[in-house]
């Protein structure tokens, strides 16, 4: 759910990326571009995790198929950029509703580990596959429209697609749909004695994740100029599930966060040592330990004991 506070900060942080490309440099406009393309993924990743209570090891293969489809639309066929974003969402829905079909059947460790080895296998299609996706070597020069060949514009863009969807995610977990997952994650059995159909539910988060995800991989092929067999590798699929971790799973905008904190450790630890993993890995750690709900809940914490003591003084 998305309290108050959490729609001032989501508005906040808009009016600022707003403002960035007119006061900022270009490294930061590039930086805030990534955050943006796996704020949405890890956003749309929660929407099982933190939602429905499925974590998913395989989230990175509908990334991977939005940016392929986006990539090979653009400039093998050479349709515009509306279609060719429209057209990879929606085989992206197409994908996540067959293999949702399959992993709903099961759950826990079984729903995860079947995520993942759908995942392995969209991974092998892009490796082998080459006269459509390139192989190891990749999908590279995607034919991105003129009006997105500079940063500045490009920013403004992602960052118009980034906020219709978000926008669209929160709407999603405000309504009564959210709040039907939310009761399947406490309790399946009870959820299913009060009418609820579980496994309908449950296909219909995963369809939505993964087209969201599928959005995202769109703008990652245009960000990037193409698309690698690595984006789909259950590593990504780790990469992302710890943003949502260390975010904070239970907050709409835990997510956003943990992308944000997450990439911004990454580029500024691995500005000084080749050992950044190890840096960021114990970083992780430590958060984890210390704040099982993710940073947002320690703040959330940490500002109602502040709180609490200045009632107290009073």
Same mark, same amino acid.
């Given at each position: 759910?998305?309290?108050?506070?959490?729609?001032?900060?989501?508005?906040?942080?808009?009016?600022?990326?707003?403002? @960035? #490309?007119?006061?900022?440099?270009?490294?930061?406009?590039?930086l805030?571009?990534?955050?943006?393309i796996?704020?949405?993924?890890a956003?749309s990743?929660?929407i099982?995790?933190?939602? %429905?209570?499925?974590?998913?090891?395989?989230?990175?293969?509908?990334? +991977?198929?939005?940016?392929?489809?986006? +990539?090979?639309?653009?400039?093998? %066929? $050479?349709?515009?950029?509306?279609?060719?974003?429209?057209?990879?969402?929606?085989?992206?829905?197409?994908?996540?509703?067959?293999? /949702?079909?399959?992993?709903?059947?099961?759950?826990?460790?079984?729903?995860?580990?079947?995520? %993942?080895?759908?995942?392995?296998?969209?991974?092998?299609?892009?490796?082998?596959?080459?006269?459509? *996706?390139?192989?190891?070597?990749?999908? =590279?020069?995607?034919?991105? #429209?003129?009006?997105?060949?500079?940063?500045?514009?490009?920013f403004?863009? *992602? %960052?118009?697609?980034?906020?219709?969807?978000?926008?669209?995610?929160?709407?999603?977990?405000?309504? *009564?749909? /959210?709040?039907?997952?939310?009761?399947? &994650?406490?309790?399946q059995?009870?959820?299913?004695?009060?009418?609820?159909?579980?496994? &309908?539910m449950?296909?219909? +988060?995963? =369809?939505?994740?993964?087209?969201? +995800?599928?959005? $995202?991989?769109?703008?990652? $092929? @245009?960000? =990037?100029?193409?698309?690698?067999?690595?984006?789909?590798?259950?590593?990504?699929?780790?990469?992302?599930?710890?943003?949502?971790?260390?975010?904070?799973?239970? $907050?709409?905008?835990? #997510?956003?966060?943990?992308?944000?904190?997450?990439?911004?450790?990454?580029? *500024?630890?691995?500005?000084?040592?080749?050992?950044?993993?190890?840096?960021?890995?114990?970083? @992780?750690?430590?958060?984890?330990?210390?704040?099982?709900?993710?940073?947002?809940?320690?703040? &959330?914490?940490?500002?109602?004991?502040?709180?609490?003591?200045?009632?107290?003084?009073?």
């Amino acid at each position: 759910m998305t309290n108050r506070l959490q729609i001032y900060v989501l508005i906040v942080a808009f009016v600022w990326l707003l403002i @960035l #490309p007119f006061v900022g440099s270009r490294y930061s406009v590039e930086l805030a571009t990534q955050i943006l393309i796996f704020g949405l993924l890890a956003t749309s990743l929660n929407i099982l995790v933190g939602y %429905l209570g499925a974590a998913s090891f395989g989230h990175a293969a509908f990334f +991977a198929i939005g940016g392929y489809a986006c +990539a090979y639309f653009l400039t093998t %066929l $050479a349709l515009p950029l509306v279609v060719s974003m429209v057209g990879a969402v929606l085989l992206t829905a197409a994908a996540s509703l067959v293999i /949702g079909f399959f992993c709903v059947r099961l759950n826990e460790i079984y729903f995860s580990m079947l995520t %993942l080895a759908f995942s392995m296998l969209i991974w092998a299609i892009a490796l082998k596959w080459k006269s459509v *996706t390139g192989g190891d070597d990749g999908f =590279v020069g995607v034919a991105v #429209p003129e009006f997105l060949g500079n940063y500045f514009t490009f920013f403004l863009f *992602t %960052l118009g697609v980034v906020s219709v969807s978000i926008i669209v995610l929160m709407i999603i977990g405000n309504s *009564t749909m /959210g709040r039907v997952f939310i009761a399947i &994650r406490e309790n399946q059995t009870r959820a299913s004695f009060l009418g609820v159909n579980v496994r &309908r539910m449950q296909l219909i +988060a995963f =369809v939505i994740a993964g087209t969201f +995800a599928g959005v $995202a991989g769109t703008l990652l $092929a @245009l960000y =990037v100029r193409g698309m690698y067999p690595e984006t789909a590798f259950w590593s990504q699929s780790g990469h992302v599930l710890i943003m949502v971790l260390l975010g904070g799973m239970h $907050a709409f905008i835990g #997510p956003l966060l943990g992308a944000s904190v997450l990439t911004l450790l990454e580029v *500024t630890i691995g500005q000084y040592t080749e050992y950044w993993q190890v840096f960021v890995g114990v970083v @992780l750690v430590i958060v984890v330990l210390a704040a099982p709900e993710g940073i947002y809940g320690l703040v &959330r914490s940490v500002s109602k004991r502040i709180g609490g003591r200045q009632d107290d003084d009073a």
